[in-house]
């Protein structure tokens, strides 16, 4: 936050936990299976701001299941694939995923602040997908062309990780082109490391010229705090919208009440839930899964339990359709 005391963010990063033994130490927790090493591609990463709001002395915890590598992830499942949303046949030009109308997606970065492990980018070839940005670059050349095209996408990875130089280059090549007006940034970042939100990035964001969105990524009400909430509210209060999107996890947020709070607690931060994903059937993530039918039970309570403007859409990805899909619940 724009604070004098503040440390830079990209010192911040470098500080995250990458040791599963520093984490537990931190959380005081004794695990007896600490000896489950994440993956060498997808290694544990947490950031020290996510790792406090952890509840201490607490293996169940629901922030920290999200991170905690387990050993069902090295497990083949049926069903559970690297690319399990189609994504791969998508690529426009290296970096651009165009997959549905009026928008595409930019993979900037494979970086993250933190390692989810249900994550479903987790396999995504970021090494053979590296985005040239630059204004005569491919992906510039095949937005001009595009007229259909009004709104880019931010994603990766989290684009929240490139440089304010960076950024500032990419929006001012967006700038250029007349169609593009809507700038949607898909980040972790805001609320995993709220000191991203400097006095430099704001000015950054404030050279774009048209509308700006923020899609956070919460999946648990305890993942908000005053500390964040700060960063969002400095976000609403030039101007943005706020988004946010959660994957429905068993172990993490798989009850009504707790969505409820989340919704109630987004809406407190300025934050409107948008999406509720079903977990991507992504190798290594089934230990996350739930059954259609208590998904279904789990949603339909949600729906009594808020007024429409706090429920977000259920939906999930299915390679090849033109949208996101709402999950059908039929009716009991
Ligand atoms: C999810 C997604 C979008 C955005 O979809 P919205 O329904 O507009 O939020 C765009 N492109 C890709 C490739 C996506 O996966
Ligand atoms: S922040 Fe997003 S892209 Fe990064 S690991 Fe988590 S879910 Fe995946």
Partial sequence: MVSPKTRDWKDLVSGSFRDLDDLLKYCKIDLPNSGCKSKPEFTLRVTRYFASLIEKGNPRDPLLLQVLPDALESQLV??????????????????????????????????CPIHCRYCFRQHF???????????????????????????????????????????????????????INILRIHTRLLSVLPERVNATFLETLRQFNGQLVF?????????????????????????????????????????PGVLADLSERLFESRITPYYLHRLDKVQGSAHFALSLEDSCRIYEELRKQLPGYLLPSFVQEIAGQ?????VRCTDP
């Fill in 215 to 255: 899609v956070t990524h919460i999946n648990h009400p305890n993942e908000i705090s005053a500390h964040n909430r700060a960063a969002f509210s400095l976000l609403f209060n030039q101007g943005y919208r706020l988004l946010n999107q959660s994957v429905l996890l068993k172990n993490v947020n798989n009850c």
């Fill in 125 to 179: 070839p970021y090494a053979r997908n590296k985005p040239d940005c630059s204004a005569s670059g491919e992906i510039m050349q095949y937005l001009s062309q595009n007229t259909s095209i009004k709104e880019v996408i931010l994603s990766g990875g989290d684009p929240l990780m490139l440089s304010d130089r960076k950024l500032a280059g990419l929006i001012s090549s967006l700038n250029r082109i007349p169609h």
């Fill in 322 to 326: 033109a949208s996101k899909t709402p």
């Fill in 78 to 111: 049926q069903g559970y694939h690297e690319d399990a949303v189609g994504d791969r046949l998508s690529i426009a030009v290296p970096g651009l995923i165009h997959k549905y109308h009026g928008r595409v997606l930019m993979t900037l970065t494979g970086a």
